[in-house]
């Protein structure tokens, strides 16, 4: 069956470092990966999609890599600042087309001041 | 544009009673997605309709559990007999039709708060 995995432990950065997150699945090639953000007692919130032709996505201070051969997507914050301590989750379209996705457990950053 | 709405925010129910969460996907989604969330566990899909259909409920339990997105009002995720497992988050997302979206990616979804279930 299909497998995502995410850090499970928390991850701890300082203000103005780069936090990078790691997600890897398993068993499937999907033809597109989306990180959202999580806050406590809160929805997932949108934040990037990458599709399996595209390497790299930015979006303001947020990078996305997609590496197909690995099966792995790599999530990046530059910069981080405070306000970006939150969950954050890998999710795959495991239907092949009309959206069903499946996420990781989601890695946890804390950014200290 | 209002988001997705859902309610309530927290439900408490004794074992045995029945559950209804409801959903209001975004204006002009058409479609409609449930998750489940366990506490420091990811969400796990559930069922996914559109307007008065159910496209794919393979993740929603056979017995118990029923999805509904009627043609006028709010999509129901019903819970009959709940038991103290059922305690958790329900999430819904609704995205735009696939074909396109006003930011050009046609696959988010954008969720709703989510409605605390807890069972006594």
């Known amino acids: 069956s299909q497998k995502i995995e995410q850090n499970s432990e928390a991850l701890n950065i300082q203000e103005g470092k780069t936090a990078t997150l790691t997600c890897n699945y398993t068993?499937?090639?999907?033809?597109?990966l989306q990180w959202y953000r999580q806050d406590p007692g809160r929805g997932p919130v949108f934040l990037l999609l990458?599709?399996?032709?595209?390497k790299e996505k930015r979006k303001e201070r947020l990078k996305v890599t997609f590496d197909t051969t690995l099966k792995q997507s790599l999530f990046h914050i530059t910069a981080s600042q405070p306000a970006d301590s939150a969950t954050y989750l890998c999710?795959?379209?495991?239907?092949?087309?009309?959206?069903?996705?499946?996420f990781g457990a989601g890695t946890r950053l804390a950014v200290h001041p | 544009n209002a988001g997705v709405m859902q309610n309530p925010r927290h439900l408490v129910r004794r074992r045995g009673q029945e559950a209804r969460l409801r959903c209001s996907p975004m204006?002009?989604?058409?479609?409609v997605y449930w998750y489940r969330q366990l506490p420091e566990e990811g969400l796990k899909f559930m069922v996914y309709l559109q307007k008065e259909n159910i496209i794919d409920e393979s993740g929603m339990p056979k017995e118990r559990f029923s999805a509904e997105f009627p043609k006028e009002g709010p999509s129901i995720l019903r819970i009959q007999q709940v038991v103290r497992g059922d305690s958790a988050a329900y999430f819904c997302?609704?995205?735009?039709?696939?074909?396109?979206?006003?930011?050009?990616?046609?696959?988010?979804?954008?969720f709703g708060p989510g409605t605390r279930l807890t069972v006594t």
């Open positions: 204006k002009g989604h058409s479609h």
């Open positions: 999710a795959l379209d495991i239907s092949g087309g009309y959206n069903k996705l499946i």
């Open positions: 997302a609704s995205s735009p039709p696939l074909e396109g979206s006003p930011t050009g990616s046609p696959y988010e979804q954008y």
């Open positions: 068993n499937y090639s999907p033809a597109y």
């Open positions: 990458i599709r399996e032709n595209e």
